[in-house]
């Protein structure tokens, strides 16, 4: 039992200590991409001497409108959080940062997009209830367009109310419960990690909701950690306990 419980407070501690770091990370920030993602990209910049904040992630530059938030960040997150953790390299610092990537070992992964100076002009199109609707835009930022655009064009899935409507649809679609439609036939439905938990969010320039949601998870981690403790002290008492009396014995039969 106290060997169990070591093992357990030794894994409770580690995991303490993560969210810890994730926390310090997140209070000294206004965005949601994980630390792990943030340190890639600082190694990145400095390799390649550019700016940080030249190499945005597109997750920093998009968010779900409030008036759809509750019902909508889930799935949305979802479908677009391989696309928001990827670096944004315009194309003034491309052939640096090609060149880094190309010539070094990450010792992780990376996803970039190589961002034109000139972004061409695209015609929105009229077909209502798509994902971009729900979608905003970080204003005053020049690779915004560009975000928008690949919203547009990558990501044009029909938001579905019902699964009726989903299986009527044709092309892209996706449902609130994030079961998603992509490519012809292709179907996902990854329920790996709860829909509507913010510690997994990572779009936007908020990250409060993120932060009291870990900090929650940080509470819940100390209290089985304590838990924990408690019953190595508890078996460890017994263990001497029991150790004494064998002793005591042994010098009686002496």
């Not at 206004?30 to 993602?37: F, G, K, N, Q, T």
């Not at 060149?99 to 002009?121: E, Q, T």
Request: aromatic share 8%; hydrophobic share 35%.
């Amino acid at each position: 039992e106290k060997a169990v419980a070591e093992q357990e407070f030794a894994k409770l501690r580690k995991d303490y200590e993560s969210v810890e770091d994730e926390l310090r990370s997140l209070r000294e920030r206004p965005d949601l991409i994980p630390e792990r993602e943030r340190r890639m990209r600082l190694f990145i910049a400095n390799g390649a001497a550019v700016e940080v904040q030249e190499l945005p992630f597109a997750g920093e530059l998009m968010d779900v409108k409030h008036s759809y938030s509750e019902q909508w960040r889930g799935a949305l997150e979802r479908l677009l959080r391989g696309f928001g953790l990827s670096l944004l390299v315009p194309e003034r610092f491309y052939s640096r940062v090609n060149h880094f990537i190309n010539d070094h070992d990450l010792r992780g992964r990376v996803v970039y997009h190589r961002v034109p100076a000139g972004i061409p002009p695209f015609q929105p199109s009229h077909d209502r209830g798509r994902v971009i609707e729900r979608m905003k835009l970080k204003e005053g930022y020049p690779l915004s367009p560009w975000v928008e655009r690949e919203l547009r064009t990558h990501f044009n899935h029909r938001c579905c109310e019902t699964i009726e409507e989903f299986e009527h649809s044709t092309g892209f679609a996706i449902t609130k419960q994030g079961l998603i439609r992509s490519a012809g036939t292709r179907h996902l439905k990854d329920d790996s990690t709860a829909i509507h938990d913010p510690r997994h969010y990572i779009l936007g320039w908020s990250n409060l909701e993120k932060i009291q949601s870990l900090e929650q998870e940080q509470r819940q981690v100390a209290i089985a950690a304590q838990n924990q403790a408690t019953v190595i002290t508890v078996s460890a008492q017994r263990q001497d306990a029991a150790t004494a009396r064998a002793t005591k014995a042994g010098h009686l039969q002496s």
